[in-house]
């Protein structure tokens, strides 16, 4: 019996891990405001959302870009989920803001983050995004990005070592 739950507990693990962006789709509202903020992760009742409005581009040299944006992270009410097995429709309140600045290799499909120590990392897309592998946020935040800046997809419908799609399609609001 102890085996038993074990395996299934490492099923759900798993199934968590490879689906939290799905998830985080079904379980938060896609967008707040007036569409400006778009969902780019979520989990334990917080969703972190993109604001569209915030897009400020340091660099325009093609193939190499570099875009900044504003990630607000915002707090649902456990209440309503508990209720309703959802956020959509929660009542919610956004927290103070944060910035991430990509820089982005169109002929490679690359993309480098700073850390708060200045330094840049290439990010690598065949991860699964999972939370257990990476960080769902920073692609979909940096597709947001490079969309609201030039109403363009830099990943579009690319997807990594595994099959899955690098960014969603619910990103292009």
């Known amino acids: 019996m102890k085996i038993a739950l074990k395996i299934f507990a490492v ?15 079904d379980m938060y509202p896609a967008t707040l405001g007036d ?36 990630i607000v992270p915002v707090v649902f009410s456990n209440e309503y989920f508990q209720q309703n097995g959802t956020y959509v429709g929660s009542p919610y309140r956004a927290e103070d803001y944060y910035t991430i600045t990509f820089r982005y290799n169109w002929d490679t499909k690359t993309i480098f983050t700073q850390n708060e120590k200045g330094i840049w990392k290439n990010w690598d897309i065949n991860h699964s995004y999972s939370h257990a592998e990476g960080n769902p946020l920073i692609p979909n935040a940096a597709e947001v990005a490079f969309f609201a800046a030039y109403n363009m997809k830099f990943f579009g419908d690319m997807r990594n070592s ?9 990103l292009y609001y």
């Open 11 to 25: 099923a759900v693990m798993i199934f968590a891990c490879t689906s939290s962006a799905a998830f985080a789709e």
């Open 35 to 70: 569409g400006d903020f778009i969902l780019v992760d979520g989990g334990m009742g917080v969703g972190r959302y993109a604001d569209k409005q915030s897009v400020y581009v340091h660099n325009y040299s093609p193939p190499f870009y570099q875009i900044q944006i504003n």
């Open 162 to 170: 595994s099959g899955y799609p690098v960014v969603s399609e619910n």
